[in-house]
DNA sequence: AATACTACCTGCGTGC
DNA sequence: TGCACGCAGGTAGTAT
């Protein structure tokens, strides 16, 4: 499900239902999520450690144990589900973590794409995903000189130079398209050929919608009783993801969708042009 | 080194 | 109804 807004809204959800919850056992139905250790380890290890917090870097959790962290990422479909007692699984229910009160945390993820690893204590910020992450898409850590320079580096389209995680972090499908529309931006432009101008506009769209969208607890587009993370209503305040032929909000030409980097992408043709240069 | 394509999975809607 | 196909909030591995 997550990009960014989402995966943080999620983390509170962690925080006020699981932590300080101590982890009885640990059951895993889908080997391949748990990407290190071998599950036998990962299982044992996590007996008797207790969730001191839950922290968020892009869209990874990392969630704080006792003598260990835990990164995990939620990829397309990943859900964490609490329950207060016991119930049946469900076949798309692939880790279980039972706690000494007899409540569970559930990761549901029916394209089983989603992952989970486990660290030392310390050692989370060594994790190969983490390392390659650009900054967070906030004012104070997000460089426009920097973000500049990376830009000029690259001939490659836009959007998927965005969706790439180094440059900046935590975008996704949705908020590219969303912030490409609001910076006046076509997806397929190539990065090196935006003006000093248009890279600064670019960087005020990228924080501002993301803000936004954490306000809003991120954006819901299937509901899920129970699922941590999925009481968002961004999705009101979209202006072209899944808006394919309504009037753009700005000039009312209608939205339409291509295909670019084989991601579905939405644009109003006339605000955001493809320049020559 | 940077870039593009594919694999990883399941379910749903569409068109024949 | 059945079936093939394309599509879905993402990333890692591989080939060029």
Sequence with gaps: ?????????????LISLVKGKTIAKVDVYWPRIIEFPEIEIFQQQLIGETIETVDRRGKYLIFHFTHYEMVS????????EYFDQ?????KHSHVRFIFTDGTELIYHDVRKFGRMALLKKGMAKEYKG????????IDEDFDLLNFKQQLKKSSTMIKPLLLNQKIVAGLGNIYVDEVLWLAKIHPE??????SAQTVRRLR???????????EAGGTTIRTY???????????????VYGQTGIPCSRCGTPIIKIKVAQRGTHLCPHC???KKV
Excluded: S
């Design 225 to 239: 009783l129970n699922a941590l993370g999925e009481a968002g209503h961004f999705q009101q305040e979209l202006h």
């Design 73 to 80: 990422h939620l990829r397309m479909e990943g859900k964490y």
């Design 272 to 274: 955001q042009k493809l």
């Design 130 to 137: 983490l390392l390659q992450l650009g900054p967070e898409p």
């Design 204 to 214: 005020v769209a990228i924080i501002e919608v993301i803000a936004k969208a954490k």
């Design 189 to 194: 432009q190539p990065a090196d050929t935006l």
């Design 86 to 90: 016991p119930r049946p699984l469900d």
């Design 1 to 13: 499900m997550p990009e960014l807004p989402e995966v943080e809204t999620v983390r509170k959800g």
